[in-house]
Nanobody, 123 residues
Framework: VQLQASGGGLVQAGASLRLSCAAS????????MGWFRQAPGKEREFVSS????????YYADSVKGRFTISRDNAKNTVYLQMNDLKPEDTAVYYC?????????????????WGQGTLVTVSS
C-alpha cells in the first residue's frame, strides 16, 4: 500500500487548509485511515482517524471542533479539513492507513505510512 499526501502550505492563523491522501496498491487491505503530525522537536502524534464506512471518527483533543476527517472509498482517498488553524498546528502531517479499525491508530502505530506534507501556520 502506498499513500500520497498533498495539500500542505503556509497560511496565517485563522485560515483553513485541506489535506488529501490517496492510497494505491493493495488498498483492499486498508480499513482505518488517518493522520498524524510531528512538530519540530516533538514526537509524532495522533491527529485523527476514520473507519472504512466513515461512520466512526476519532480526534485528538487539540483539534476537536476545528478539524474534520472524511474519506471517499471510490477514490481511495482520505481528507483532513483544518479550520481555524493555530501556530501550534505547525507540523509535518503524515497520512496513515491500517488493516484494523480506526480506533487502533489512537493507541499504536499504523500499518502504513505516507510521506509527510508540511503545514506552517504563522501568527
Amino acid at each position: 500500500v502506498q499513500l500520497q499526501a498533498s495539500g500542505g502550505g503556509l497560511v496565517q492563523a485563522g485560515a483553513s487548509l485541506r489535506l488529501s491522501c490517496a492510497a494505491s496498491g493493495r488498498t483492499f487491505r486498508i480499513y482505518g485511515m488517518g493522520w498524524f503530525r510531528q512538530a519540530p522537536g516533538k514526537e509524532r502524534e495522533f491527529v485523527s482517524s476514520i473507519s472504512w464506512s466513515g461512520g466512526t471518527t476519532y480526534y485528538a483533543d487539540s483539534v476537536k471542533g476545528r478539524f474534520t476527517i472524511s474519506r471517499d472509498n471510490a477514490k481511495n482517498t482520505v481528507y483532513l479539513q483544518m479550520n481555524d488553524l493555530k501556530p501550534e498546528d505547525t507540523a509535518v502531517y503524515y497520512c496513515a492507513a491500517d488493516r484494523d479499525a480506526a480506533a487502533s491508530m489512537t493507541t499504536r502505530q499504523p500499518d502504513y505510512w505516507g510521506q509527510g506534507t508540511l503545514v506552517t501556520v504563522s501568527s
